[in-house]
C-alpha cells in the first residue's frame, strides 16, 4: 500500500492544517480522506463493496439461486469468475447478493446501537442518582458477557431474521454507547458555558442536544465505523454457526458454512466469501481506526498506515 | 491493597447477581415445556402422557411456585453446583460440562501461550525499532488479525496444512493421557488459529499504549535531559506499557477460557463452546444456562483480578478509588 | 417362520445377492444354545480397540426410550432386540429362538433363545421377558413404545423358563416385525429399572448384546467393552469407542487421518474419489433403504388446511428436477417409500396420480383458495438436505407459494410437529419389509381424537383402514390394503408427497477392519456379521 497516489497530494500540501478553520465540514472530511492514507484505501475499498453489494447484482449474468445441475462444482473459470456451488450455482452472484445482506445487517445493528446507546447514556447521566447508578450497573452485566456469546443467544430467542439479528448484534454495544456518552455528559455538565446555559434557563434537554451532542458526535463516529465492523464479522459467525440466516437467504457466513463441507472438493467455495469479508472488515477498521487517531491528539502523528 | 481488594469485590456482586438473573430468565421466556423434555417425551407425545406423571413432574421442578420464588431455589441449587438434567442427555447438567472443561482448558492455555509468544516479543521488537519495516509489519500483522475471521482463517490453514500437505489431522481431541502426541498433533491448528487471532489483540492495545507512552511528559523529559532514544525507549516506555499487556492478556484470558465458539465448531473440538452451541441446536436449555453463567462468571472473575494486578502494578488507581 | 417376504431391490441387486452369499456362509454353523464358544482364529484375531466416528450420539441411557436409526446402531452393541431383519429383509430371531401365532394371531407364543447371558451374569429367562414387557405397558413408566405395544398386547404371560406368551388385543399378524426394534421392547433383568421416568441413575441396565457398557461422556464418546459371554461367541474386539462427529466432513477427514477406523454417513463425492483410488486405505459401501424423503401438509394448519393448496404445492413440483438437484445427483425419484419394481410400488402407484408439474394449474388452484403470497413454514432438521429445501422451495414460489425454510435440531422441529407450528414437514422414511406398518406409526387415532397424527388428519375410515393392516395374515391382502392406504393418503387427501430415495449414505472403514457386513434397508441393523464378528488386522 506504498504505491498510493495520494502520497504526492498530501506531502506537496504540509500546510493545509493551520487553513482548517476556513474550510467547511464538507473539505475537511474530504481532507482528512485525501490525506491519511489509511482512510483512503479504506473508503476506496467499501466504495468498491456497497458497489458490488448494490449495483453488482445487476451486472451479473447468472441469478444467485439458479440452480445447473449439470454444472456442479465448477472451478473459477471465464464464465463463472469464483466458480459454482453444490447446486451449479454460480458463486459471484452469491458472493455479491451475500454482501447486500451483510451490509444490511451491519448498517442495521450499528445504527441501532446508537439509537439506543446514545440517549440511554445521555438521559440516565444528566438524571444522574439512582437511575443513573441502575443503569450503570446493568450496562455491567451486559458487558459481561461476551458479544458473540449474547448475540448468539438473544438470535436464538428471536428466531432467525433481519430484524433480531439488529437487535441480536447492536445489544452488546449499547453499553459502548452509553459510556461514550456519560463519559462526555459528566465533562461538559460542569463546564462554564453550560452553567451559563442553566443560568440563562434553557431545559434540559435543550442543554443536551444544544451544547452537549455536538461535543460526542466524533467519538460516536469511530465507535458506529468499528461497530459496522465488528456486526459483519458477527452476523457471519453466526450463519456460519447456522443460527444466523438460514437458507434461502444467502449471506456469508451461511456461504462459508457450506464451503466447510465441500472443503477438499471446491476450496473456492471457501476462499472467495471469506476474502469478500475479511475485504469488508478491513475496509471499516482502516476507516475507523483513522478517524481516531485524527481525532486523539496523543496517538496523532504525521499520517500514514500505523 | 486490602481495602481496594474489598472494595472491587463488593462491585461484582450486582453484576453476578443481575447476569443471574438474566441466565434464569433464559429459561422462563422460551418456549417448549420443560415438564415434556425432562420426562424424556417429544413433545408431539403430549397426548402420551398419563397426568399424574405430569403433574409430578411440574411439581418436581417446582413450576408451580411464583417466579421469583423458582429463581431462588435454582440459584440455591446453582451455588451447589447443581443445574439440573440435560434435556438431550438426561445426566446432570454438571456432569456433562465438567466433561468439556479439560479440552477447553487445554486449547485456551495453548493459544495463550501461542500468543504472548508472538505478540509480546514482536510489539516490543516493532516499538524499538519505531517506524521501521517491522513496525509496519506489525501494523500489518494487526490488520490481518482484526479483519480476517478466524473461521475463515481456520478454514484456509486446514485447506492448506490437512488437506494439501496431510501434515495434520483437521479436527477433533485426544486426551493428553491417552495419546500425548496426537494429543499435540490435534491441538497445533485450532491454538494456532486461536493464538494469532489473539496475538493480534494483544499487539493493537500495546502499539496504542506504546505510543500514548511515547508522548508522555516523562519522556519528552528525559529525551530533553539528553538521553538517548534507545535507551528512554527500554527504559521507561516499555516498563509502563507493561501494565497494558498483563490488562489485555487477562482480558483475552477470559475469553480464551469460555472457548471460542466458532473455533470449536470449525474444528469439531469437543470443548465448552461447542457443547453451547450443541445444546442450542438442542434448545437444551439447562445445559445453555449453566455454560452461559459459566463463561460470564469466568469474565467477572478474571476481570476482578486483572483489576487488582493493575492496581497493583499502577498505585495511582487505587489511591484514586480508594 | 412363513412370515418371509422377498423385495428385490434393482439399484443394489447385485450387491445383495453377494451380501446374503455371504450372510448364508455365515449362519452356516447356528448357535447351539450353549453360551460363549471362541469363535475361529480367535488368537490371530482377537483385540484391539475399534474407533467408530459416529454422525449421532446415543442420547439417552434408557433402553425403552424412543431411537433413531444411529443411536439404535449404538445402542444395540449393549441391547439387543427380539427380532431383526436380515439383508434380504427376511426376519430373524435374535432374543427368541422361534414364535408361532395362533389360527387368527391373536397369540403370539416365542420360545426364547437358551443360554443368553445378561451382562450381570444372570441367564435371560421369560421372567425378564414379563418384567420388561409389563415395564413398557404400564403407562406410569412413560415408555415411548407403550403407545405401539398397548395397541398390540394385552397380557404377557410366562409358559414356562424358555416360553412366553402374548395375548393380543385382536389379530396382530405383524407382531415379531414390531419387535424388531429395541425400543420396542429389549430385554434387560427384571427390576433393573427404577420409577423415576425417563431417567437412569449411573450405568445403564445390563443388556445380552456382545459388548458392555464402560462409559459414556455425552456428545463426546461412548466406550464398550467385550462381553466375554456373548450367545454368539465372544467378539474379537476388546472394545469399542464411538467418538462422536456431527459434521460430514469432519468425520471423513477423521476416517482418512486413521483418528477413527470406521465412519458412518460419509458422501458419495467420497465414496467415489475411494472407488477412483483417490483415496487409499479405505473400502466404503453404499447404504440404500433409508434415507426416503417426504413431505407431510399440516391438515390444520393455516392455508395447508385448504386442499387446493396442497394439490397447488404438489403440482408446482417437478420430482425429477426436485431429486437432482436435492440429493446432488445421487436421489431416486419415487412417490412411496418402498423399493422400486415392487409389488408395494405397484399397489401404491396404481392409486396415484402422476402428478405431472403444472404451474398454471397451481396459481388457479391458489387463486380459488384466495392465497395470496402468504408465508408458509417447511419445518425440517438440521441433519436434512438444505440443498433439497432450497430446491423445493424454489420451485414451489414460481406457483406463487411463500415457502420458509427453518431447518431446526431435532428437539424444535418434533416440538412444532406435537404443536402443529408448521405448514409443511420434511420427514425421513426407511423401508422395512411391511410399509403399512410405517404408516399405522404416524397415524394413531382414538375415538376420532389424534393420538399421534403428523399430519393431523383423523378419520374413522382411516382408522378403519390403517389398523386392518396389522390384521391381515396374508401378505397380498396387505399390499392391497397398503394400496388403498396411499389413495386415502397421498390421492384423496393429498397429505403427503413422496420425493424419493437419497442414496447418499455411505459407510467407509479402513482396511485393516475385516469382517464388517451392511446391507439394503438395514443402514445401521443387522442380524447377521456385525460388529462382533469384526476384527483389526494387525
Same mark, same amino acid.
Request: include cysteine; glycine fraction near 8%.
Given at each position: 500500500?506504498?504505491?498510493?497516489?495520494?502520497?504526492?497530494?498530501?506531502?506537496?500540501?504540509?500546510?493545509?492544517?493551520?487553513?482548517?478553520?476556513?474550510?467547511?465540514?464538507?473539505?475537511?472530511?474530504?481532507?482528512?480522506?485525501?490525506?491519511?492514507?489509511?482512510?483512503?484505501?479504506?473508503?476506496?475499498?467499501?466504495? #468498491?463493496?456497497?458497489?458490488?453489494?448494490?449495483?453488482?447484482?445487476?451486472? #451479473?449474468?447468472?441469478?444467485?439461486?439458479?440452480?445447473?445441475?449439470?454444472?456442479?462444482?465448477?472451478?473459477?473459470?471465464?464464465?463463472?469468475?469464483?466458480?459454482?456451488?453444490? $447446486?451449479?450455482?454460480?458463486?459471484? $452472484?452469491?458472493?455479491?447478493?451475500?454482501?447486500?445482506? $451483510?451490509?444490511?445487517?451491519?448498517?442495521?445493528?450499528?445504527?441501532?446501537?446508537?439509537?439506543?446507546?446514545?440517549?440511554?447514556?445521555?438521559?440516565?447521566?444528566?438524571?444522574?442518582?439512582?437511575?443513573?447508578?441502575?443503569?450503570?450497573?446493568?450496562?455491567?452485566?451486559?458487558?459481561?458477557?461476551?458479544?458473540?456469546?449474547?448475540?448468539?443467544?438473544? #438470535?436464538?430467542?428471536?428466531?432467525? !431474521?433481519?430484524?433480531?439479528?439488529?437487535?441480536?448484534?447492536?445489544?452488546? !454495544?449499547?453499553?459502548?454507547?452509553?459510556?461514550?456518552?456519560?463519559?462526555?455528559?459528566?465533562?461538559?455538565?460542569?463546564?462554564?458555558?453550560?452553567?451559563?446555559?442553566?443560568?440563562?434557563?434553557?431545559?434540559?434537554?435543550?442543554?443536551?442536544?444544544?451544547?452537549?451532542?455536538?461535543?460526542?458526535?466524533?467519538?460516536?463516529?469511530?465507535?458506529?465505523?468499528?461497530?459496522?465492523?465488528?456486526?459483519?464479522?458477527?452476523?457471519?459467525?453466526? $450463519?456460519?454457526?447456522?443460527?444466523?440466516?438460514?437458507?434461502?437467504?444467502?449471506?456469508?457466513?451461511?456461504?462459508?458454512?457450506?464451503?466447510?463441507?465441500?472443503?477438499?472438493?471446491?476450496?473456492?467455495?471457501?476462499?472467495?466469501?471469506?476474502?469478500?469479508?475479511?475485504?469488508?472488515?478491513?475496509?471499516?477498521?482502516?476507516?475507523?481506526?483513522?478517524?481516531?487517531?485524527?481525532?486523539?491528539?496523543?496517538?496523532?502523528?504525521?499520517?500514514?498506515?500505523? | 491493597?486490602?481495602?481496594?481488594?474489598?472494595?472491587?469485590?463488593?462491585?461484582?456482586?450486582?453484576?453476578?447477581?443481575?447476569?443471574?438473573?438474566?441466565?434464569?430468565?433464559?429459561?422462563?421466556?422460551?418456549?417448549?415445556?420443560?415438564?415434556?423434555?425432562?420426562?424424556?417425551?417429544?413433545?408431539?407425545?403430549?397426548?402420551?402422557?398419563?397426568?399424574?406423571?405430569?403433574?409430578?413432574?411440574?411439581?418436581?421442578?417446582?413450576?408451580?411456585?411464583?417466579?421469583?420464588?423458582?429463581?431462588?431455589?435454582?440459584?440455591?441449587?446453582?451455588?451447589?453446583?447443581?443445574?439440573?438434567?440435560?434435556?438431550?442427555?438426561?445426566?446432570?447438567?454438571?456432569?456433562?460440562?465438567?466433561?468439556?472443561?479439560?479440552?477447553?482448558?487445554?486449547?485456551?492455555?495453548?493459544?495463550?501461550?501461542?500468543?504472548?509468544?508472538?505478540?509480546?516479543?514482536?510489539?516490543?521488537?516493532?516499538?524499538?525499532?519505531?517506524?521501521?519495516?517491522?513496525?509496519?509489519?506489525?501494523?500489518?500483522?494487526?490488520?490481518?488479525?482484526?479483519?480476517?475471521?478466524?473461521?475463515?482463517?481456520?478454514?484456509?490453514?486446514?485447506?492448506?496444512?490437512?488437506?494439501?500437505?496431510?501434515?495434520?489431522?483437521?479436527?477433533?481431541?485426544?486426551?493428553?493421557?491417552?495419546?500425548?502426541?496426537?494429543?499435540?498433533?490435534?491441538?497445533?491448528?485450532?491454538?494456532?488459529?486461536?493464538?494469532?487471532?489473539?496475538?493480534?489483540?494483544?499487539?493493537?492495545?500495546?502499539?496504542?499504549?506504546?505510543?500514548?507512552?511515547?508522548?508522555?511528559?516523562?519522556?519528552?523529559?528525559?529525551?530533553?535531559?539528553?538521553?538517548?532514544?534507545?535507551?528512554?525507549?527500554?527504559?521507561?516506555?516499555?516498563?509502563?506499557?507493561?501494565?497494558?499487556?498483563?490488562?489485555?492478556?487477562?482480558?483475552?484470558?477470559?475469553?480464551?477460557?469460555?472457548?471460542?465458539?466458532?473455533?470449536?465448531?470449525?474444528?469439531?473440538?469437543?470443548?465448552?463452546?461447542?457443547?453451547?452451541?450443541?445444546?442450542?441446536?438442542?434448545?437444551?436449555?439447562?445445559?445453555?444456562?449453566?455454560?452461559?453463567?459459566?463463561?460470564?462468571?469466568?469474565?467477572?472473575?478474571?476481570?476482578?483480578?486483572?483489576?487488582?494486578?493493575?492496581?497493583?502494578?499502577?498505585?495511582?488507581?487505587?489511591?484514586?478509588?480508594? | 417362520?412363513?412370515?418371509?417376504?422377498?423385495? @428385490? +431391490?434393482?439399484?443394489?441387486?447385485?450387491?445383495?445377492?453377494?451380501?446374503?452369499?455371504?450372510?448364508?456362509?455365515?449362519?452356516?454353523?447356528?448357535?447351539?444354545?450353549?453360551?460363549?464358544?471362541?469363535?475361529?482364529?480367535?488368537?490371530?484375531?482377537?483385540?484391539?480397540?475399534?474407533?467408530?466416528?459416529?454422525?449421532?450420539?446415543?442420547?439417552?441411557? @434408557?433402553?425403552?426410550?424412543?431411537?433413531?436409526?444411529?443411536?439404535?446402531?449404538?445402542?444395540?452393541?449393549?441391547?439387543?432386540?427380539?427380532?431383526?431383519?436380515?439383508?434380504?429383509?427376511?426376519?430373524?430371531?435374535?432374543?427368541?429362538?422361534?414364535?408361532?401365532?395362533?389360527?387368527?394371531?391373536?397369540?403370539?407364543?416365542?420360545?426364547?433363545?437358551?443360554?443368553?447371558?445378561? @451382562?450381570?451374569?444372570?441367564?435371560?429367562?421369560?421372567?425378564?421377558? /414379563?418384567?420388561?414387557?409389563?415395564?413398557?405397558?404400564?403407562?406410569?413408566?412413560?415408555?415411548?413404545?407403550?403407545?405401539?405395544?398397548?395397541?398390540?398386547?394385552?397380557?404377557?404371560?410366562?409358559?414356562?423358563?424358555? %416360553?412366553?406368551?402374548?395375548?393380543?388385543?385382536?389379530?396382530?399378524?405383524?407382531?415379531? @416385525?414390531?419387535?424388531?426394534?429395541?425400543?420396542?421392547?429389549?430385554?434387560?433383568?427384571?427390576?433393573?429399572?427404577?420409577?423415576?421416568?425417563?431417567?437412569?441413575?449411573?450405568?445403564?441396565?445390563?443388556?445380552?448384546?456382545?459388548?458392555?457398557?464402560?462409559?459414556?461422556?455425552?456428545?463426546?464418546?461412548?466406550?464398550?467393552?467385550?462381553?466375554?459371554?456373548?450367545?454368539?461367541?465372544?467378539?474379537?474386539?476388546?472394545?469399542?469407542?464411538?467418538?462422536?462427529?456431527?459434521?460430514?466432513?469432519?468425520?471423513?477427514?477423521?476416517?482418512?487421518?486413521?483418528?477413527?477406523?470406521?465412519?458412518?454417513?460419509?458422501?458419495?463425492?467420497?465414496?467415489?474419489?475411494?472407488?477412483?483410488?483417490?483415496?487409499?486405505?479405505?473400502?466404503?459401501?453404499?447404504?440404500?433403504?433409508?434415507?426416503?424423503?417426504?413431505?407431510?401438509?399440516?391438515?390444520?394448519?393455516?392455508? %395447508?388446511?385448504?386442499?387446493?393448496?396442497?394439490?397447488?404445492?404438489?403440482?408446482?413440483?417437478?420430482?425429477?428436477?426436485?431429486?437432482?438437484?436435492?440429493?446432488?445427483?445421487?436421489?431416486?425419484?419415487?412417490?412411496?417409500?418402498?423399493?422400486?419394481?415392487?409389488?408395494?410400488?405397484?399397489?401404491?402407484?396404481?392409486?396415484?396420480?402422476?402428478?405431472?408439474?403444472?404451474?398454471?394449474?397451481?396459481?388457479?388452484?391458489?387463486?380459488?383458495?384466495?392465497?395470496?403470497?402468504?408465508?408458509?413454514?417447511?419445518?425440517?432438521?438440521?441433519?436434512?438436505?438444505?440443498?433439497?429445501?432450497?430446491?423445493?422451495?424454489?420451485?414451489?414460489?414460481?406457483?406463487?407459494?411463500?415457502?420458509?425454510?427453518?431447518?431446526?435440531?431435532?428437539?424444535? +422441529?418434533?416440538?412444532?410437529?406435537?404443536?402443529?407450528?408448521?405448514?409443511?414437514?420434511?420427514?425421513?422414511?426407511?423401508?422395512?419389509?411391511?410399509?403399512?406398518?410405517?404408516?399405522?406409526?404416524?397415524?394413531?387415532?382414538?375415538?376420532?381424537?389424534?393420538?399421534?397424527?403428523?399430519?393431523?388428519?383423523?378419520?374413522?375410515?382411516?382408522?378403519?383402514?390403517?389398523?386392518?393392516?396389522?390384521?391381515?395374515?396374508?401378505?397380498?391382502?396387505?399390499?392391497? /390394503?397398503?394400496?388403498?392406504?396411499?389413495?386415502?393418503?397421498?390421492?384423496?387427501?393429498?397429505?403427503?408427497?413422496?420425493?424419493?430415495?437419497?442414496?447418499?449414505?455411505? +459407510?467407509?472403514?479402513?482396511?485393516?477392519?475385516?469382517?464388517?457386513?451392511?446391507?439394503?434397508?438395514?443402514?445401521?441393523?443387522?442380524?447377521?456379521?456385525?460388529?462382533?464378528?469384526?476384527?483389526?488386522?494387525?
Amino acid at each position: 500500500m506504498n504505491t498510493n497516489p495520494m502520497d504526492a497530494v498530501s506531502g506537496a500540501e504540509p500546510t493545509a492544517a493551520p487553513t482548517w478553520r476556513q474550510e467547511t465540514l464538507t473539505q475537511r472530511v474530504t481532507g482528512f480522506f485525501l490525506r491519511d492514507r489509511r482512510a483512503m484505501v479504506g473508503m476506496i475499498l467499501l466504495v #468498491v463493496m456497497l458497489f458490488a453489494a448494490f449495483v453488482g447484482p445487476r451486472l #451479473v449474468p447468472y441469478e444467485p439461486d439458479q440452480p445447473n445441475v449439470r454444472n456442479r462444482f465448477a472451478a473459477p473459470s471465464w464464465s463463472h469468475w469464483m466458480g459454482t456451488d453444490r $447446486s451449479g450455482r454460480d458463486l459471484l $452472484s452469491r458472493v455479491l447478493a451475500g454482501a447486500s445482506i $451483510s451490509f444490511r445487517v451491519a448498517i442495521g445493528a450499528a445504527l441501532l446501537a446508537l439509537l439506543i446507546g446514545a440517549p440511554l447514556g445521555a438521559v440516565t447521566s444528566y438524571i444522574g442518582g439512582l437511575v443513573d447508578d441502575v443503569t450503570q450497573r446493568c450496562m455491567d452485566a451486559i458487558i459481561a458477557f461476551p458479544a458473540r456469546l449474547l448475540a448468539i443467544v438473544l #438470535v436464538v430467542l428471536m428466531g432467525p !431474521s433481519v430484524v433480531s439479528l439488529w437487535f441480536a448484534i447492536a445489544f452488546s !454495544s449499547i453499553p459502548r454507547y452509553a459510556r461514550i456518552i456519560r463519559g462526555s455528559v459528566l465533562d461538559q455538565k460542569e463546564r462554564e458555558y453550560v452553567e451559563a446555559a442553566h443560568a440563562i434557563g434553557e431545559g434540559r434537554l435543550a442543554i443536551l442536544f444544544l451544547y452537549i451532542l455536538p461535543n460526542v458526535l466524533p467519538p460516536l463516529a469511530v465507535q458506529v465505523t468499528l461497530d459496522f465492523a465488528s456486526a459483519v464479522t458477527v452476523e457471519a459467525s453466526l $450463519s456460519f454457526l447456522g443460527l444466523g440466516l438460514v437458507p434461502p437467504t444467502i449471506s456469508w457466513g451461511g456461504l462459508l458454512n457450506d464451503a466447510q463441507q465441500w472443503l477438499e472438493e471446491a476450496p473456492w467455495l471457501a476462499i472467495f466469501p471469506g476474502a469478500a469479508l475479511a475485504l469488508t472488515v478491513l475496509s471499516f477498521v482502516l476507516i475507523g481506526d483513522a478517524i481516531r487517531d485524527h481525532l486523539d491528539p496523543r496517538t496523532r502523528r504525521r499520517g500514514g498506515m500505523r | 491493597m486490602i481495602r481496594y481488594t474489598l472494595l472491587r469485590a463488593l462491585q461484582m456482586i450486582p453484576t453476578v447477581l443481575l447476569v443471574t438473573v438474566a441466565v434464569f430468565v433464559l429459561i422462563i421466556i422460551i418456549p417448549g415445556d420443560p415438564v415434556l423434555s425432562m420426562l424424556g417425551y417429544y413433545a408431539d407425545d403430549v397426548t402420551a402422557v398419563p397426568h399424574e406423571i405430569y403433574d409430578r413432574m411440574f411439581r418436581e421442578l417446582r413450576l408451580d411456585r411464583p417466579i421469583p420464588i423458582q429463581y431462588l431455589y435454582w440459584l440455591g441449587d446453582a451455588l451447589q453446583g447443581d443445574f439440573g438434567k440435560s434435556v438431550v442427555f438426561r445426566v446432570p447438567v454438571i456432569d456433562v460440562v465438567v466433561s468439556r472443561v479439560p479440552a477447553t482448558l487445554y486449547l485456551g492455555t495453548a493459544s495463550l501461550l501461542i500468543a504472548i509468544a508472538v505478540a509480546v516479543p514482536f510489539g516490543v521488537w516493532a516499538a524499538v525499532k519505531n517506524d521501521t519495516w517491522v513496525d509496519h509489519l506489525a501494523s500489518g500483522f494487526v490488520l490481518f488479525g482484526v479483519a480476517v475471521p478466524g473461521f475463515w482463517f481456520g478454514m484456509i490453514v486446514i485447506l492448506v496444512f490437512a488437506i494439501y500437505l496431510g501434515w495434520l489431522p483437521s479436527i477433533g481431541y485426544v486426551a493428553p493421557q491417552e495419546d500425548f502426541l496426537r494429543f499435540l498433533k490435534h491441538l497445533i491448528m485450532p491454538a494456532t488459529v486461536l493464538g494469532l487471532d489473539v496475538a493480534a489483540n494483544i499487539l493493537r492495545f500495546q502499539r496504542t499504549d506504546f505510543l500514548d507512552q511515547l508522548h508522555q511528559d516523562y519522556v519528552r523529559t528525559a529525551r530533553a535531559k539528553g538521553l538517548p532514544g534507545q535507551l528512554v525507549i527500554w527504559k521507561h516506555v516499555l516498563k509502563n506499557s507493561l501494565i497494558a499487556t498483563v490488562t489485555v492478556v487477562g482480558l483475552n484470558t477470559a475469553r480464551l477460557l469460555g472457548g471460542s465458539t466458532v473455533i470449536e465448531t470449525l474444528f469439531s473440538y469437543p470443548g465448552l463452546s461447542r457443547l453451547l452451541i450443541e445444546a442450542i441446536y438442542a434448545r437444551d436449555f439447562p445445559v445453555i444456562q449453566a455454560v452461559v453463567l459459566w463463561m460470564v462468571v469466568l469474565v467477572v472473575v478474571v476481570n476482578f483480578f486483572v483489576d487488582l494486578i493493575y492496581a497493583y502494578l499502577n498505585p495511582r488507581i487505587r489511591y484514586a478509588t480508594a | 417362520m412363513k412370515l418371509r417376504k422377498r423385495c @428385490h +431391490f434393482v439399484s443394489m441387486f447385485l450387491i445383495g445377492v453377494w451380501l446374503v452369499a455371504v450372510a448364508a456362509a455365515a449362519i452356516g454353523t447356528p448357535a447351539t444354545g450353549v453360551a460363549a464358544s471362541k469363535p475361529e482364529a480367535w488368537e490371530q484375531r482377537q483385540g484391539g480397540i475399534l474407533t467408530i466416528g459416529s454422525s449421532k450420539d446415543m442420547n439417552t441411557k @434408557h433402553p425403552f426410550t424412543r431411537v433413531t436409526s444411529v443411536d439404535e446402531f449404538i445402542k444395540m452393541m449393549m441391547w439387543e432386540p427380539i427380532t431383526m431383519y436380515d439383508l434380504a429383509g427376511n426376519l430373524h430371531g435374535i432374543l427368541a429362538e422361534s414364535w408361532e401365532p395362533n389360527a387368527d394371531a391373536s397369540e403370539w407364543t416365542f420360545k426364547l433363545r437358551r443360554g443368553v447371558k445378561f @451382562h450381570n451374569g444372570a441367564e435371560m429367562t421369560s421372567a425378564d421377558w /414379563i418384567w420388561c414387557y409389563n415395564y413398557i405397558l404400564n403407562p406410569a413408566n412413560g415408555a415411548y413404545a407403550n403407545t405401539v405395544l398397548s395397541d398390540n398386547i394385552a397380557k404377557v404371560e410366562a409358559v414356562d423358563p424358555y %416360553t412366553v406368551k402374548f395375548k393380543m388385543v385382536g389379530p396382530r399378524a405383524l407382531f415379531p @416385525h414390531v419387535l424388531s426394534s429395541i425400543q420396542n421392547g429389549t430385554i434387560v433383568p427384571k427390576n433393573s429399572l427404577g420409577g423415576k421416568v425417563g431417567e437412569i441413575e449411573g450405568n445403564p441396565p445390563p443388556g445380552t448384546g456382545p459388548f458392555q457398557f464402560v462409559n459414556w461422556t455425552p456428545g463426546t464418546q461412548v466406550e464398550f467393552k467385550r462381553f466375554d459371554d456373548y450367545w454368539d461367541g465372544t467378539p474379537y474386539l476388546e472394545g469399542l469407542r464411538f467418538r462422536i462427529i456431527t459434521n460430514k466432513a469432519a468425520r471423513q477427514n477423521a476416517l482418512r487421518a486413521g483418528d477413527v477406523n470406521m465412519a458412518d454417513r460419509l458422501r458419495p463425492s467420497f465414496a467415489e474419489r475411494v472407488k477412483k483410488g483417490r483415496i487409499t486405505g479405505i473400502k466404503t459401501r453404499a447404504v440404500g433403504g433409508a434415507g426416503f424423503r417426504q413431505l407431510y401438509f399440516n391438515t390444520k394448519g393455516k392455508w %395447508t388446511s385448504d386442499k387446493r393448496v396442497r394439490e397447488a404445492f404438489i403440482l408446482s413440483l417437478d420430482r425429477e428436477a426436485t431429486v437432482e438437484e436435492g440429493f446432488l445427483g445421487v436421489g431416486d425419484p419415487l412417490p412411496l417409500a418402498v423399493p422400486p419394481d415392487s409389488d408395494w410400488l405397484r399397489a401404491g402407484t396404481a392409486n396415484l396420480p402422476s402428478y405431472e408439474r403444472d404451474v398454471k394449474r397451481a396459481r388457479q388452484l391458489l387463486k380459488e383458495a384466495g392465497y395470496n403470497g402468504e408465508p408458509l413454514s417447511l419445518n425440517m432438521t438440521l441433519g436434512q438436505e438444505v440443498a433439497l429445501g432450497e430446491a423445493i422451495v424454489r420451485q414451489a414460489a414460481q406457483a406463487g407459494l411463500n415457502i420458509k425454510m427453518a431447518p431446526v435440531e431435532s428437539t424444535i +422441529f418434533y416440538e412444532r410437529l406435537g404443536k402443529g407450528d408448521f405448514s409443511l414437514l420434511m420427514s425421513s422414511g426407511r423401508f422395512r419389509g411391511e410399509p403399512g406398518l410405517e404408516e399405522t406409526i404416524n397415524y394413531v387415532c382414538e375415538k376420532g381424537k389424534v393420538r399421534r397424527s403428523r399430519t393431523g388428519y383423523c378419520n374413522p375410515d382411516m382408522d378403519a383402514l390403517i389398523s386392518s393392516y396389522p390384521t391381515a395374515s396374508d401378505r397380498a391382502e396387505r399390499v392391497k /390394503i397398503y394400496g388403498k392406504i396411499v389413495k386415502a393418503v397421498f390421492a384423496d387427501e393429498m397429505m403427503q408427497y413422496g420425493i424419493g430415495w437419497s442414496n447418499n449414505r455411505n +459407510f467407509g472403514w479402513r482396511d485393516k477392519v475385516k469382517d464388517w457386513q451392511r446391507g439394503p434397508g438395514q443402514e445401521y441393523r443387522n442380524a447377521l456379521g456385525g460388529l462382533h464378528r469384526t476384527w483389526i488386522e494387525k
